[in-house]
């Protein structure tokens, strides 16, 4: 079910759809963090995999812009927020928003202790992680500057490897993935 194409925020309407960094079909509405990497992200509407071969059920990004292009032509509401009747796509991944309220430092030791881990140790640290909202970015085929750093000569010609993994909050990047031409 499609649900609002739009909410308001204290200045103007506002996209309740956009596109990520992985082609990912996400939810925003008001209750999401304002200030997030992808602004007012509260949900997974549609993972990439399924929007690539979706079931009779799922939420398509072409279902959302034939929605989009119907309600813009009674609603100024909708046209503003989609003004090329299109889905934005965002420049990051989507990651669940969970209140970081951790110390940064610790954090940043966590995340730097990552690598020399193995095995459940390893588990154990991701899930710590993941519980208090820090997530390991995931891999994409092509170079993003705001995910990605170049290892080496800083050459990335697609598809890239990641020679160290990155980390990210909804919020922010922790540390960018580490990646090189595969």
Not at 76 to 97: C, G
Request: aromatic share 8%.
């Amino acid at each position: 079910m499609i649900g609002e194409l739009t909410f308001q925020d204290a200045t103007c309407s506002k996209p309740a759809y956009c596109i990520d960094l992985l082609g990912n079909l996400v939810r925003c509405s008001s209750a999401g963090p304002e200030q997030g990497l992808i602004p007012f992200a509260i949900e997974l509407a549609s993972a990439a995999d399924e929007l690539a071969c979706p079931f009779p059920w799922t939420l398509t990004i072409d279902a959302v812009v034939e929605r989009i292009a119907l309600v813009s032509e009674t609603q100024a509401s909708t046209r503003a927020a989609y003004p090329r009747s299109k889905l934005e796509t965002s420049a990051y991944p989507f990651v669940p928003h969970i209140e970081v309220t951790e110390d940064e430092q610790l954090i940043l030791k966590a995340i730097e202790l990552f690598p020399t881990l193995t095995g459940e140790n390893a588990i154990a640290v991701r899930e710590q992680l993941e519980a208090i909202g820090v997530f390991m970015i995931p891999a994409v085929d092509v170079f993003s500057p705001t995910i990605h750093e170049a290892a080496g000569d800083g050459l990335t010609v697609p598809p890239i490897k990641t020679v160290t993994a990155g980390w990210m909050s909804s919020m922010k990047v922790y540390r960018k993935a580490l990646v090189r031409s595969a």
